[in-house]
């Protein structure tokens, strides 16, 4: 872990900060305790979220209803309600991702279709894992960065957040999962970490308006699509290799399910290839429907004409 950001607390001293010094004292606590508890108290938290923020609910239920047309109004609030649940779970899990014990977490952690990843890294051009903002998003980025087979060559990637504390913390935790990490925006760090033969996390499921994209299919929508998974496959040679983090029940841990790298990607067409990447995601989000993040306004850009669906 050669390249972690220092993390400067004597920044944040300042008292409009306490309010999170608590409440990362508070989740540093959690993190100590047993894994059924803390999945216990978030299923709590998440409930009380959904309660309590109907603008949110709103969206998810608009997301659900989309992806699954067939569903009955009963069937869309009880997906709405469990992802809630993993949502609040997720909050403990950052906490675990950033101070748990990560000999522990490796032994709880079993692995699915980890050859996909020895054969594609074997090739020495770096791997994209090309996964979903799941809940499970922090702490599925942890394990994977703990398996023997990306030591010294995993990078993450993070996404700004708005918060100066929250983001100094986050990118210093995270920066501990593997060898670099990269801020989302930055390309030439992402193909420069491919080209040197590691595997990058990336996760292109949200909604962009002002970077390079075209309009797919997902979710029973159509999805503003970065090209930059195709164009960055097609620039350094990687392969991309789709993986999900999946929560156990019971606190009986983690599992990692990696896929087949895509076949014959990317090709000439980039609309097409955008569009497969999109497929790829979706198909992990049925695989498990209730650990994905159905609150993100995946759909708020639209294609020109088209109406608003939030």
């Known amino acids: 872990m050669s390249n972690v950001i220092p993390l400067n607390v004597r920044a944040y001293l300042a008292p409009k900060y ?17 894994i059924r508890w803390t999945q216990t108290i978030g299923t709590g938290l998440g409930l009380l979220v959904y309660r309590l923020v109907p603008s949110r609910r709103r969206v998810a239920r608009i997301n659900i209803r989309q992806a699954y047309p067939g569903y009955s109004d009963e069937q869309i609030r009880a997906l709405n ?17 950033w101070w ?12 699915e279709g980890k050859q996909h990843l020895d054969d594609a890294l074997a090739k020495g051009k770096g791997v994209i894992l090309l996964t979903g903002h799941f809940t499970t998003l922090e702490i599925g980025a942890m394990l994977i960065g703990l398996q023997t087979t990306l030591k010294g060559v995993y990078n993450g990637v993070y996404k700004k957040a708005h918060n ?28 420069r970490g491919l080209r040197k033969g590691r595997a990058t996390w990336f996760a292109p499921d949200q909604d962009f308006s002002e970077q390079d994209i075209v309009f797919t299919p997902f979710l029973g929508g159509i999805a503003s699509t970065l090209t930059a998974t195709a164009r960055m496959a097609e620039m350094t040679g990687a392969k991309v290799v789709p993986f999900y983090p999946v929560r156990l029940d019971r606190g009986r841990g983690y599992r990692l399910v990696i896929l087949p790298a895509l076949k014959d ?17 979706e198909d992990m989000v049925y695989a498990n429907p209730e650990q994905y993040g159905w609150v993100h306004k995946r759909f708020k850009y639209r294609p020109r004409g088209e109406p608003p669906i939030y």
């Open 100 to 111: 748990a014990d990560r000999d522990y977490m490796r032994s709880i952690c079993e692995v």
């Open 164 to 191: 100066p504390m929250f983001n100094a913390f986050m990118a210093h935790y995270r920066s501990t999962y593997g060898e670099e990490l990269i801020e989302n925006k930055n390309v030439r760090a992402l193909i």
């Open 265 to 281: 990607f990317p090709s000439n067409d980039i609309e097409k290839d955008s569009a497969r990447i999109n497929k790829a995601i």
């Open 81 to 97: 309600i469990a992802s809630f649940k993993s949502l609040g779970i997720s909050v403990f899990e950052t906490a675990q991702a």
């Open 18 to 34: 306490w309010p999170m010094w608590l409440a990362f004292g508070l989740l540093r606590l959690m993190a100590m305790l047993p």
